[in-house]
């Protein structure tokens, strides 16, 4: 059954496993403790990032999700910087969610038959792109697999031998799934349900079941709340709830509701997620659409509590129990909602429409029955496929929703563009966009927009406006490290090193993890030849991230210098082992060569090429090396290649002429 559903998943997304990172990918895999398995730990930390010294992972502050940390630590471990291997990851586990649904309701409902059709249609809707197409969206896979895995086992422990054993793995499985999503909360709910469902509405019976479960629910909140803005933020929109505000809360949890179930039933675009604030035009009708809800659901319990709709139902509307919870958390009275907190609970509307094709297959007409199925699979699963197409690139994507998400248009938003311009190295569109964020002035914008703004001048060369920046970085918020290291390349760069010193010194005490600033600070070392310091810096950052390049390429400049041949070869050996980068490898082959050490040196140069065959100035450096004993025949095939690389680069012509020409002195002689 699991390669029937592996099979039917990849036919919905194999067209997705290439796409890039996005969004939130960028921000979370920007964390160099990711690149080191020793930092695995340090997932478990929480630092707030204003006091803290880079212990903690990047919104451990305002998110205590310890095993997303882990699962990022691991699969960069696995997959480096190529997105493809966690679209492959993300895949795998979203099979394995649609098994554990195979794999409850067959233990619950005692039909295989209807199992499969549920997991079929939970996979193939357009709603759950987000567990493939975002890279770092396997922990919310996970959350799905353990909650799931908690339930059963609580099942397991209901009837059958080990009653202990399941029930301690039930717990722990709850255990893991809070520590994946703060969401996991509603499990004791859907536990308490799940147990009066199986013991014929013997409440007494099932609330004895559950409270362990309720019980490790208080100590979790217990522990989770203090390091978190939870509290002051509850605090806040408790003391703006008045009765008018109660009312309208209603109403936009109505209008919530809606939103939700329109997307499950006509999945016209994508959805990642709303903000709603309270609703004021047609309150009561909105919230008169919340009466009738829970009328249905009513009349559903007195018509039977037992029968297959009511758990439907009651599966569905319990979901929206965290989502009440994060809209009083929100320092306005509002409600969000993000698809993949409700995906647990969304299965009671994939259930019921499975349950719904199936007694209209046994009852009527199993043509009309066949057809309908086939149209949601083939229709979802094209729909799919198509937001597959739009999440493959960041501007599309960020296209798409502003035509289709009223109120898109935000400044956090305008932020985002510019990052993604960032990103791809177009400076003029990622300015215009960081100027918008700049001109309306918010405060929790400005140190970032301002670095990034700096970052863009200190690239194509305008220092002084780049310093600037910085400075306005620094002012809105002093603990900007990478203000503070780019402030310091400045002065680096205009050799006024003792600023520079103080800048780095600062920006290393707010992130001890900080590969740039100390790089930075062994290039002053170096410069002022002392090699003792330098070495201690490059050889930090190799704790931090072992084969570091930049570092490793510096500690092989020094001990070329000093001569010290053991060390030359050992990070020579390391670096050419290691990196991927042509430019890295180039570098490292001509301060090889220039001390004499041409066989390493060649081999860097070799490996420069197999890793990036167009990289030109690998073959016109490797030619050099070759020129320079004599080997012209050999050099000038590799200028050769370098020139049909870029036919208007002088230099290979230039370096061609003079070997023929050496090469014909050397043939007389």
Request: one cysteine or more; a positive charge.
């Amino acid at each position: 059954m699991f390669g029937l559903l592996l099979g039917v998943c990849f036919l919905a997304y194999n067209n997705s496993l290439h796409n890039p990172f996005m969004m939130d990918d960028h921000q979370a895999f920007s964390d160099v403790k990711l690149k080191n398995i020793k930092f695995l730990p340090n997932s478990f930390i929480y630092t707030s990032q204003n006091i803290g010294h880079g212990e903690a992972f990047v919104e451990s502050g305002e998110y205590y999700r310890p095993m997303a940390y882990v699962i990022s630590l691991l699969s960069y471990q696995a997959f480096g910087d190529g997105p493809f291997g966690y679209h492959v990851l993300n895949l795998f586990l979203y099979t394995l969610m649609c098994f554990t649904i195979y794999i409850f309701i067959e233990l619950f409902f005692k039909d295989k038959i209807l199992a499969f059709v549920t997991g079929i249609l939970f996979a193939l809707h357009p709603i759950n792109v987000f567990f493939v197409d975002y890279c770092t969206s396997g922990i919310h896979s996970i959350r799905f697999i353990f909650m799931f895995l908690s339930v059963i086992f609580f099942l397991k422990t209901l009837d059958g031998a080990h009653r202990n054993i399941f029930y301690v793995i039930s717990l722990l499985c709850f255990a893991v799934a809070l520590m994946c999503h703060e969401t996991s909360i509603v499990l004791p709910f859907y536990i308490l349900f799940t147990s009066i469902f199986v013991t014929k509405n013997n409440v007494k019976k099932a609330v004895f079941k559950a409270w362990p479960h309720f019980l490790m629910l208080l100590f979790y909140l217990f522990f989770r709340f203090p390091h978190t803005i939870v509290p002051v933020n509850l605090s806040n929109s408790f003391n703006q709830v008045g009765l008018s505000g109660f009312i309208s809360l209603i109403g936009t949890f109505s209008k919530l509701i809606y939103l939700y179930f329109s997307k499950l039933l006509f999945p016209d675009f994508i959805v990642f997620g709303w903000n709603i604030l309270p609703t004021n035009k047609f309150i009561f009708i909105w919230s008169a659409g919340l009466l009738l809800l829970c009328a249905a659901w009513t009349m559903l319990l007195r018509a039977n509590a037992k029968g297959l709709p009511f758990f439907c139902a009651t599966w569905m509307m319990l979901g929206f129990l965290p989502v009440t919870a994060a809209s009083m958390s929100l320092p306005k009275l509002g409600l969000i909602i993000e698809p993949q907190w409700l995906s647990f609970s969304s299965i009671g509307f994939f259930l019921f429409i499975a349950w719904g094709v199936l007694r209209l297959y046994a009852r009527a007409s199993k043509w009309l029955a066949f057809l309908l199925f086939f149209i949601l699979i083939i229709g979802w699963g094209m729909i799919t496929r198509y937001n597959n197409w739009i999440w493959g690139d960041e501007i599309r994507y960020f296209d798409f929703w502003k035509e289709n998400i009223e109120g898109f248009k935000s400044t956090g938003n305008d932020f985002a563009m510019g990052n993604i311009y960032l990103n791809k190295n177009d400076y003029n569109l990622a300015r215009y966009y960081y100027r918008k964020v700049a001109q309306s002035g918010l405060p929790e914008y400005s140190a970032a927009v301002y670095s990034n703004l700096g970052l863009i001048d200190m690239r194509q060369g305008h220092l002084d406006q780049a310093k600037e920046e910085f400075l306005l970085s620094i002012q809105g918020n002093p603990n900007n490290f990478f203000a503070l290291n780019n402030l310091a390349a400045i002065y680096i760069d205009r050799l006024d090193y003792k600023p520079a010193k103080w800048f780095l010194l600062r920006s290393l005490e707010l992130n001890k993890y900080s590969i740039e600033a100390r790089l930075n600070l062994a290039n002053i070392f170096e410069k002022e030849l002392n090699d003792k310091d330098a070495i201690i810096n490059y050889k930090e950052n190799l704790n931090v991230v072992p084969f570091e390049e930049h570092s490793l390429l510096g500690l092989i400049r020094i001990y070329v210098r000093m001569n010290v041949e053991k060390d030359v070869r050992t990070y020579s050996q390391q670096l050419i082992a290691h990196t991927k980068n042509p430019v890295i490898l180039t570098g490292l082959g001509s301060i090889l060569a220039e001390s004499g050490r041409l066989s390493m040196a060649s081999e860097a140069f070799s490996q420069a090429m197999r890793i990036d065959p167009r990289y030109k100035q690998a073959f016109l450096e490797a030619g050099k090396l070759l020129a320079n004993v004599r080997m012209y025949s050999e050099a000038i095939r590799e200028w050769q290649i370098g020139e049909r690389i870029d036919p208007k680069d002088q230099d290979f012509k230039n370096n061609i002429a003079k070997a023929m020409v050496l090469k014909s002195k050397l043939a007389s002689h």
